[in-house]
């Protein structure tokens, strides 16, 4: 069975500077997809930023953009220019192809110092 | 685009009723819908998949006659929680995927249900 590691439960970072939140995951698949998903305060689950796995190139959206190793089965997520509205819990998931499910990690509290 | 809404955002029950939770996929149509538990700074549980028109698949520890899943259009799914007890209270959280508005590998979260049982 698949699984995602988020090894560090919190971290912190200066407003306006960058922060790299890290993902691991073990599979045996080629094909497939990973995420991160931001969980807020009001505990809204927001889609921040999606890879397909046979895509070398790493996914950016606006400040996010993601460090893709897939021969190391590392997804990072670096935020940059930390705005006070990043602080949330980040998760990152995995979605095998042909499967529907997701399988999260155990997540990342960020905070963000003003 | 790809909107997903949750009724009620907060419910409070006595012990030994049922609770209905709605979600609904606003722009788009939701071939699948899942339905996660959510304990304080915890991660999220799967509970059960649901495909419009079949029966849910539940997880494995997930009791299917005490959380009923109902999918039964594109864009509406129920979860009804019978005989709920204080053990129920949790955060339930829906999410939806499939269609063409959206990507259909991509599961798009409502804003989850506050359930306490007194």
Not at chain 1, 4 to 13: A, G, I, K, N, Y
Not at chain 1, 63 to 85: H, M, T
Not at chain 2, 41 to 62: D, F, H, I, P, R
Not at chain 2, 67 to 80: D, E, M, P, Q, R
């Amino acid at each position: 069975a698949q699984t995602v590691t988020q090894s560090q439960p919190e971290m912190s970072v200066q407003e306006a500077e960058t922060v790299t939140l890290s993902c691991t995951y073990d599979t045996s698949e080629s094909d497939y997809y990973l995420f991160w998903y931001k969980q807020p305060p009001s505990r809204q689950m927001i889609l921040v930023i999606r890879q397909e796995a046979y895509k070398q190139q790493n996914a950016t959206e606006n400040r996010f953009s993601v460090n893709f190793q897939k021969a190391a089965k590392s997804f990072s997520l670096k935020i940059s220019d930390s705005q006070l509205g990043d602080a949330a819990m980040y998760f990152c998931a995995y979605r095998s192809e042909g499967a529907q499910k997701l399988v999260f990690g155990q997540g990342t509290r960020l905070t963000i110092n003003p | 685009g790809a909107v997903v809404s949750q009724h009620p955002s907060r419910v409070i029950c006595k012990s030994g009723t049922s609770v209905k939770i709605e979600c609904r996929s606003l722009d788009f149509q939701a071939t699948t819908m899942f339905w996660y538990r959510q304990f304080p700074k915890q991660s999220l549980m799967l509970m059960a998949t649901s495909n419009e028109g079949s029966k849910a698949t539940y997880e494995q520890g997930v009791e299917k006659d005490k959380f009923l899943i109902n999918h039964a259009s594109l864009t509406l799914s129920t979860l009804t929680v019978t005989s709920a007890h204080p053990e129920d209270s949790s955060f339930y959280i829906c999410s939806a995927s499939g269609g063409t508005r959206t990507r259909g590998d991509t599961q798009y979260f409502g804003p989850g249900t506050r359930l306490t049982v007194l």
